[in-house]
């Protein structure tokens, strides 16, 4: 497995609940982003972490997006409280630096009923 | 407010043809223009991407046409194939940290 994956491929829950979307990045990727997809549109950005702390999360909807990354590595993104308009595919992507090409993961599809 | 305008939206192509797909931007703090192509249900994959010191960067059948005064650059997908069959993105981004995405074009090419 030389890339990204991400996990579950599929998530579907109710309206107010709470998801956790996991993403394994290229090993030795130092940079992990966050991006999520509607039908039909470009990604939009979310969040990126150098390391483990988060370089830019202006990207974020609200506060009750959250993304973690506490050893460097796997990084999870957290959202509270559902809502039917986070249903989106959730991208995550890995580059090796900061600066270098970003490698997409397959997503993950989130539907909120 | 869409920082990279793609056009066009859909495009049809005859197997063997050249396939050229615009995007624009504003931002002059744009360092960074890759394309990905992506197929139903995967993720973008990276084809090619450039930085505003060249005009031009080609990989195999694709290239990257730029111009830095007209912020604009293209895709351009020679001899295409029906396995190029996509949609296609361009991006742009400061550093090639957070990226801004275009729309998106779906490529079709007919055998």
């Known amino acids: 497995g030389a890339g990204v994956s991400q996990t579950p491929s599929n998530k579907v829950t109710e309206k107010g609940k709470y998801v956790e979307l996991r993403c394994d990045p290229i090993s030795g990727h130092t940079a992990l982003y966050w991006y999520r997809q509607s039908l039909g549109q470009g990604p939009e950005f979310l969040i990126y972490?150098?390391?483990?702390?988060?370089?830019?999360d202006s990207g974020l909807p609200n506060d009750r997006f959250f993304a973690v990354r506490p050893e460097g590595s796997v990084s999870t993104l957290k959202i509270q409280r559902t809502e039917r308009g986070d249903s989106a595919v959730y991208l995550c992507?890995?580059?090796?630096?900061?600066?270098?090409?970003?490698?997409f993961g397959p997503g993950t599809r989130l539907t909120v009923l | 407010q869409q920082q990279v305008k793609q056009s066009p939206q859909s495009l049809i192509v005859q197997k063997g043809g050249i396939s050229i797909i615009n995007c624009a931007y504003e931002n002059t703090a744009f360092d960074y223009f890759p394309w990905y192509q992506q197929f139903p249900g995967k993720g973008p994959a990276l084809l090619i991407a450039i930085r505003p010191d060249v005009s031009e960067k080609k990989e195999g059948r694709f290239t990257i046409s730029f111009n830095k005064s007209a912020k604009q650059f293209s895709l351009h997908i020679m001899d295409s194939q029906p396995g190029d069959s996509a949609t296609y993105f361009c991006?742009?981004?400061?550093?090639?940290?957070?990226?801004?995405f275009g729309t998106g074009t779906r490529l079709t090419v007919i055998p």
């Open positions: 992507a890995s580059s090796l630096m900061i600066g270098d090409g970003q490698f």
């Open positions: 991006a742009a981004g400061a550093g090639a940290n957070n990226l801004f």
């Open positions: 972490f150098q390391g483990t702390g988060a370089a830019d």
